[in-house]
């Protein structure tokens, strides 16, 4: 990989996350009519002087330059504002919620994107017309199934012929390994669901495109097995459109979690977004969200630099 | 070709095709076609499987689910609709605007919409909720930022080809107003792109209208909507799955009719684009 690739992708991911900051920092100051005002209401009788102090705590008395200088400044201090109601740091509460929603996302991504390869360069293996409009029409039924409604389906039928299995709530996995896994099965299904869909067609179409190459003729031509061609051969130049799919579908899974989260109980980020939202409590809101989107940035960001590192002509460009 | 020929050759395109306007012919004429009231609470008629006085049962407050999901129709395409609209106007202008000028508003207009991009959609759009308070027109507000990036991006690429192209270096050579370039020259070079690509971020649309009202961040009760039926059918999924079911297996439909013709009609416009084999 080029220097050069390296440092305009840096570039790129400082111009990104700068604009990200900024769009998060202004999410306050865009709430039509008086933000702190709308902010006291939910919990507590309105007076000015509540209003004056939450200002000057909220740092909005300032001009607004100054308040993104300091708002920046905190967050590389690892210091992202208080939650309004609990005045506890919002870091803290996020670090309390965030475990859950990582595993969550973490195992949909593996269970998603590994079940696709198998599966893709499986369903590589027949064409003809019939399979075409098979594997088209099932890969756009997985793609447009809710996976929330997916979730309550699912909850729906363990219940009834699997009474007795809880599949609600979340544990720690240092608490109940065994406990944990078996609450994860039913919401990773749910999740990943949608994505295997997607991933796994385009890994089938990836494959055909690869093995109708001339350097599959002539990997034949040399004698190679079926098996070296398709693995070896065609499998690999066919995963690196793979790649780049993939690390889009992390950001559908970070958002897809929010919902499947609230189906099944979990006590992870998305409870904690929504329940912030529900009391107004726009700095949690605030934190989250760059939380998660700089996570999604840089996941993106070294998506970029593993696909220019299996396919080295696109650092060439 | 005819579109009547198309249809007739492309069994997969006629197949969408049907199943796209039965379900928006039943949205936009469900006022007429005698369905019950969807609104109308029979506290003696409650959660009642399927069967001949409700084809689809009740729901826990009496209302008839069919009723409710027909109107859940409308409610999910009017917001979808207008919010992919908002956002085909938006994006469109600006992926054409990038790809006319160039340069420094190229440059700036992309990085902006690199940056809206950069959020995951459904965070995104719960931000922009938050901000503007639920309901169906934050909703739609929030689709529609949320896919303006979106447009951008695709329309960007082939009105970048199209602008280089012989003819609109002849317009620009005769004088033409930019304006006229783009509207007459270039836009219609796009129609193919717009369609496949409205049909298929609806159908998205429509999946992430559900999750923001199944969140409660959308429509508000007692507005027939989907996402609301099956949040407020999970409560009672025990006592009687059917609206829950019903409700999500309406959603399924209608977002995998408009996927499944933006699709087909990626083939039959633009035998280029095909994906597969």
């Not at chain 1, 102090?53 to 308040?67: A, K, M, N, W």
């Not at chain 1, 780049?244 to 499947?260: F, P």
């Not at chain 2, 949040?231 to 009672?236: A, K, L």
Request: hydrophobic share 55%.
């Amino acid at each position: 990989m080029s220097r050069h690739f390296l440092l305009i992708r840096l570039a790129d991911l400082l111009v990104v996350l700068f604009g990200v900051s900024v769009l998060v920092f202004l999410m306050i100051r865009f709430i039509p009519g008086d933000a702190v005002a709308i902010m006291l209401g939910a919990n507590t009788e309105i007076t000015p002087e509540r209003i004056a102090e939450l200002e000057s705590r909220l740092g909005l008395d300032l001009p607004v330059l100054e308040q993104y200088a300091r708002w920046l400044v905190g967050v590389f201090r690892g210091d992202l504002g208080t939650s309004i109601w609990t005045g506890r740091p919002v870091t803290q509460e996020i670090a309390a919620s965030l475990w859950p929603t990582l595993q969550l996302t973490l195992m949909s991504v593996i269970v998603g994107a590994g079940l696709s390869v198998p599966l893709g360069a499986f369903m590589a293996q027949s064409r003809g017309k019939g399979t075409e409009v098979a594997v088209r029409i099932g890969a756009i039924a997985g793609l447009t199934i809710p996976s929330f409604w997916l979730g309550i389906v699912s909850i729906l039928l363990v219940a009834k012929y699997l009474p007795g299995v809880s599949m609600l709530g979340y544990v720690p996995f240092s608490q109940d390994p065994l406990g944990n896994l078996q609450r994860m099965i039913l919401p990773v299904f749910a999740l990943s669901l949608p994505m295997l869909a997607n991933l796994s067609r385009l890994v089938r179409s990836a494959m055909l495109d690869a093995l109708s190459q001339d350097y599959i003729r002539t990997a034949r031509a040399k004698g190679a097995g079926r098996r070296r061609i398709v693995y070896r051969h065609a499998l690999r130049n066919a995963l690196i459109p793979f790649v780049t799919s993939v690390g889009v579908s992390v950001g559908y899974l970070l958002g897809g979690a929010i919902v499947v989260e609230q189906v099944f109980a979990i006590p992870g980020l998305g409870r904690l977004i929504l329940g912030a939202i529900s009391e107004r409590n726009y700095p949690l809101i605030q934190a989250s969200i760059l939380v998660v989107t700089a996570t999604f940035v840089i996941v993106n960001f070294l998506v970029d630099l593993l696909y220019a590192w299996i396919d080295p002509r696109i650092s060439q460009q | 070709m005819t579109l009547k020929a198309t249809l007739r050759q492309n069994r997969l395109l006629a197949f969408a095709t049907a199943l796209v306007v039965v379900q928006v012919g039943l949205a936009l004429l469900v006022p007429v076609l005698g369905f019950k009231d969807p609104y109308l609470q029979v506290m003696a008629q409650r959660i009642r499987p399927p069967g001949a006085a409700h084809l689809l049962g009740t729901d826990q407050l009496g209302r008839d689910v069919l009723a409710r999901i027909v109107y859940g129709y409308r409610t999910s395409l009017l917001t979808c609709g207008a919010a992919v609209a908002l956002a085909l106007v938006m994006g469109g202008s600006i992926g054409l605007i990038a790809a006319y000028y160039r340069g420094w508003a190229d440059r700036l207009l992309m990085r902006a919409m690199d940056v809206l991009f950069a959020f995951p959609i459904l965070l995104l759009a719960i931000g922009i909720i938050a901000v503007l308070g639920p309901s169906s027109l934050s909703a739609a507000y929030a689709i529609a930022v949320v896919y303006t990036p979106i447009f951008a991006r695709l329309l960007r690429g082939p009105a970048l080809v199209i602008c280089e192209s012989e003819y609109v270096q002849g317009a620009r050579a005769i004088g033409a107003s930019d304006a006229r370039i783009l509207f007459s020259h270039v836009l219609p070079n796009l129609i193919s792109v717009i369609l496949v690509q409205a049909s298929i971020l609806l159908s998205a649309a429509i999946l992430v209208e559900a999750s923001l009202s199944f969140l409660g961040l959308g429509a508000r009760p007692p507005v027939p909507s989907l996402g609301l039926m099956l949040s407020e059918g999970r409560n009672f999924l025990l006592l009687s799955p059917w609206p829950a079911v019903f409700a999500g297996l309406a959603i399924l439909f209608l977002s995998f009719g408009f996927n499944l013709l933006g699709d087909a009609l990626r083939d039959t416009l633009d035998p280029r684009l095909r994906q597969g084999s």
